[in-house]
């Protein structure tokens, strides 16, 4: 049977190849934008606690999967499967802003809807704010070129959530003019 999801990081690293071959992105950084932890080279194992260290495929087990074969993180948060902490000491209290921003810079694409709950259910605003993004209308200038190059959006997405190389209906959910759903 054919590993799927190798299938797609394989489409995914060819993808990357062709698009920034033209100097915008070395082929090799290209190939760290969605890393598995399947690969044992994840590990550090000149760390003295690798041995006691939870490896991801057992800690990721019984999590729901996307239809691409990673784990759905919102689907684990919303099915109670996880529940991400605002401190350390899980004293402290979620901020959870309920305020999605439009995205309509997309040319031919479906308008992007950055759905604030769903990010601040997981991080406080200063995550992301100022560093990252800045809290004003038209105030940063995303594209999928910076995202790809680990900026915006690139911070997490492609590295510790979902890649934005092979879910472009995750975002770019919502049809416009000629502009069509086709997932």
């Given amino acids: ?3 799927t999801r190798l299938s797609t990081v394989l489409v995914a690293i060819c993808f990357l ?18 890393p598995t932890l399947e690969i044992p080279a994840a590990y550090d194992t000149t760390n003295p606690a690798d041995p006691v260290l939870e490896k991801a495929n057992d800690a990721l087990t019984g999590l729901p999967i996307d239809k691409r074969g990673a784990v759905d993180w919102m689907k684990a948060l919303n099915s109670g499967a996880i529940t991400p902490r605002a401190d350390l000491t899980g004293t402290g209290k979620m901020e959870i802003l309920d305020a999605d921003i439009i995205m309509k810079n997309t040319k031919e694409m479906p308008y992007v809807k950055f759905p604030h709950s769903s990010h601040t259910r997981w991080l ?15 105030g940063n200038p995303v594209n999928m070129t910076k995202i790809f190059q680990g900026q915006y959006c690139g911070v997490c997405h492609g590295k510790v959530a979902f890649a934005a190389i092979i879910t472009c209906e995750r975002c770019h959910s919502i049809p416009h003019g000629n502009t069509k759903a086709w997932w």
């Fill in 124 to 138: 406080a605003c200063v995550n992301c704010h100022d560093k990252i993004f800045t809290p004003k209308a038209g």
């Fill in 1 to 3: 049977m054919p590993n």
């Fill in 17 to 34: 190849a062709i698009s920034f071959n033209n100097g915008l992105l070395p082929l090799a950084q290209a190939l760290t934008l969605t």
